[in-house]
């Protein structure tokens, strides 16, 4: 099953190295293949070094996308971790 | 011989030179045998496991020291398992048949392909660590240990190298490595973060420091200048040597006097803070002894980026200060930008003489929102610590009234808005137009504190512009003029039963504490290097001679005699204190803040 969501970059720093490691944290957590896209450039949720090149700031719109077994679990904790900056007090 | 590289850790080693063979693993291409194919897997799984668990082993004996750096070695773990690096080169070795070796430089390249790519120069840098993390795959899978062992060193040396990981730095004990010398490397890099952490004397960027020196060669590295001396003369060595204890001399005082009171040897007290612009300047000032920030300088948000800086953004970074400060107070200043400096996003016209115009508190008073949206940030983060606001540029009541009018109306705007902030905030102003010094007995009655800024007080009492060569020699910190204007300030506010401070470079000056304790100031806030030392002569002081000495000083005439009574109370009272070797260490120090 594929699903996908935007979300919105909100801590300070945007989307850089600390989130980017937390991010392919969760991500790898899941069985789901998962993406993140930025202006139709797709990379590998699980890869913090795939997620850093497309390093954005604060304010940016991702998609989260996820196909697998366990997509819709998978997409909504990756969107609460970024809604929730994170994990980051900033 | 003197080689220039990049201070990256300060202190001053002398030593033998180790140098260390750059062990690029040489890689060869070789085509794999179908048979082969699952056996190379392994062998490559295998060498990222040994990897893995050398770092593991590096996190777990991890130097007290070095724990708040952990990450680094943890985020090294997650690269070393990353789709794009350990995925990637399984399926290379498969697609093309080649060996593990080979198929790891070509992950290699292709993450650099895409790392050059990338415009934020911080993630740029973070290559550097994936190269670390490879070469040690390359390293085992060559059969060779992928970190260093220094335990077999029998005398300490200055490790000489092209490049150092963090993991190699991460395993050095100051007993047996003096210093280290790299071509690589800069003063923002990991390596380099940890050389200061662990308080080893680093120059980097030296290149071809392994083919211009020999192992065995003596080295003395200056990780104050970013120098390295090749085999010395007597001469130089000497110098060194004299450079060396001036400098540990500093160290120890910094250790053993920066938490003790600023307190003269008949009890008077002053408060010794620090001024601060940036975040990461917390650590040190703490560990220099300052008992709190008495000005914080908040123009640096502003000027950071295009676009001004929203309420939650100043907001975040002002309580971040509070909590991190707490329980020692902060004073933050409002924004006093314009004359030199400049905001992009509010359109400022081209002034003639900036010192004289649009800036500071005229420019906040002009542009309402922008000072509303920094005041609801200050008044947020008082919450959360002990935060003070100071206004700088004040020239008279009118201005006070108006400020503290919107002061009001932003409180009362949280409080209906519900949101928390300290209600007994207290509120100063900056003593630097030389109107605010004569109504200075008025001001008082207006406001919680007054911050003396000696630098712009100076410069437009004597009409002098620092900036200017032909005129900067008549910037005259103990003009009569001068120190009379302070002597007024203290006066009138200690009439008023207000304390002052003092925050420009005058009050971090060592040899003037004794004329400001004569003066009675209360607080001086100043350079965080500068602390141990002021402290240290405070201590050495007494109040009364100084408040003597002060006495004779605002009778002088021109600025010639008062040096004169100056030079003399120092050679009398406070004799050790102005050695030239120590001063020395005081200078040098100043190089090691960025």
Known sequence: MRCEVEVVIRNRLGLHARPASRFAQVAGGFESEIWLMRDGKAVDGKSILEILTIACPKGSVLTVRAEGSDSQEAVRSLKRLVEDRFGEID | ?594
Request: net charge negative; aromatic share 6%.
């Open chain 2, 1 to 594: 011989m003197i080689l220039k590289g990049v201070s990256a850790s300060p202190g001053i080693a002398i030593g033998p030179a180790f140098l260390l063979d750059s062990q690029k693993v040489k890689v060869i291409r070789r085509r794999l045998a179908e048979e082969e194919l699952e056996g190379e897997k392994r062998r490559f799984m295998e060498a990222v496991s040994g990897a893995e668990k050398e770092i593991s082993a590096l996190l777990n004996d991890i130097p007290e020291e070095l724990r708040d750096h952990s990450g680094i070695l943890k985020s090294h773990l997650m690269m070393l398992k990353d789709p794009m690096v350990f995925d990637r080169t399984l399926k290379t070795i498969e697609s093309k048949s080649i060996n593990a070796e080979w198929a790891l430089n070509e992950t290699l390249d292709y993450v650099r392909s895409l790392f050059k790519e990338i415009k934020d120069p911080y993630i740029r840098e973070r290559m550097g660590d994936i190269e670390y993390v490879i070469q040690s795959v390359q390293g085992i899978l060559a059969g060779s240990p992928s970190s260093l062992d220094f335990s077999s060193l029998e005398f300490p040396v200055v490790l000489v190298a092209h490049d150092l990981s963090p993991a190699d730095t991460v395993q050095m004990s100051r007993e047996k490595i003096l210093a280290f010398v790299t071509e690589m490397g800069s003063k923002t890099s990991h390596t380099a973060i940890l050389a200061r952490s662990l308080g080893i004397p680093a120059v980097v960027g030296l290149e071809n420091a392994t083919s211009a020196i020999l192992s065995g060669e003596l080295l003395v590295v200056d990780g104050l200048k970013g120098e390295v001396v090749v085999d010395p003369d007597d001469v130089l060595l000497k110098d060194y040597e004299e450079k060396q204890q001036g400098y540990i001399k500093y160290r120890l005082e910094v250790i053993h006097n920066s938490n003790l009171p600023a307190e003269t040897r008949d009890g008077y007290r002053v408060k010794i803070k620090a001024n601060m612009e940036l975040l990461d300047e917390i650590p040190s000032l703490i560990s220099h002894g300052a008992e709190g920030v008495g000005l914080f300088r908040t123009e640096f948000l502003y000027l950071a980026q295009k676009e001004l800086p929203d309420e939650e953004t100043l907001f975040h970074a002002y309580k971040e200060v509070a909590e991190r400060l707490s329980p020692y107070p902060v004073t933050v200043r409002t924004l006093d930008i314009g004359g030199d400096k400049f905001v992009s996003s509010v359109s400022l016209d081209e002034e003639i003489n900036p010192a004289l115009g649009l800036r500071a508190i005229r420019l906040c008073l002009k542009e309402r929102p922008l000072f509303r949206d920094q005041l609801r940030a200050i008044l947020r983060a008082s919450a959360y610590g002990d935060v003070r606001i100071l206004f700088p540029l004040i020239s008279g009541r009118m201005e006070i009234l108006e400020v503290k009018e919107i002061l009001e109306e932003t409180k009362e705007e949280l409080r209906v808005e519900g949101i928390e902030f300290d209600k007994d905030i207290r509120m100063g102003i900056m003593i630097e137009v030389p109107t605010a010094v004569l109504v200075a007995d008025v001001l008082a009655k207006e406001v919680d504190f007054f911050s003396i800024g000696t630098n712009d007080l100076i410069q437009y009492s004597l009409a002098i512009d620092r900036i200017n060569e032909h005129v900067a020699h008549l910037y005259e910190p103990l003009h009569p003029g001068v120190v009379r204007m302070l002597h007024r300030t203290v006066e009138a506010a200690h009439a008023a039963g207000i304390e002052v401070a003092m925050c420009g470079e005058m009050a971090g000056e060592p040899r003037y504490v004794p004329i400001l304790l004569g003066l009675g100031l209360d607080e001086l806030s100043m350079n965080a290097m500068a602390i141990p030392k002021v402290k240290r002569v405070v201590r050495r002081c007494r109040q009364d001679d100084c408040a003597e000495l002060t006495r004779h000083i605002l009778d002088s005439s021109t600025a010639d005699e008062i040096k004169q009574r100056l030079r003399e109370f120092l050679r009398d009272k406070l004799p050790e204190e102005f050695d030239p070797v120590y001063n020395m260490a005081v200078d040098l120090e100043k190089v090691d803040s960025p």
